[in-house]
């Protein structure tokens, strides 16, 4: 599970978000292929944020259901 992914306001656009969520996928992948687990990733999403929205979707991430009010998205892995 990615519960956060924060960008400070002066340094957005530059990609960091990007690579912190590569960096947990990549992570997640390792870790199942080490231990031989079937897995997926899966964080919870605000609808009000477009731009998470917009970024998991890139990464393969697909909106399952609206659970207290935020959005789950998941990706196998």
């Not at 899966?42 to 970024?55: M, V």
Request: charge should be positive.
């Amino acid at each position: 599970m990615i519960w956060a992914v924060a960008t400070a306001c002066r340094a957005r656009g530059r990609g960091h978000g990007r690579q912190a969520v590569d960096y947990a996928i990549e992570s997640c992948r390792l870790t199942t292929e080490q231990y031989g687990l079937d897995c997926g990733v899966f964080t919870r999403i605000d609808p009000r944020n477009d731009p998470s929205r917009k970024l998991f979707r890139s990464k393969g991430f697909e909106h399952l259901d609206v659970f207290h009010g935020l959005e789950l998205w998941a990706r196998d892995l």
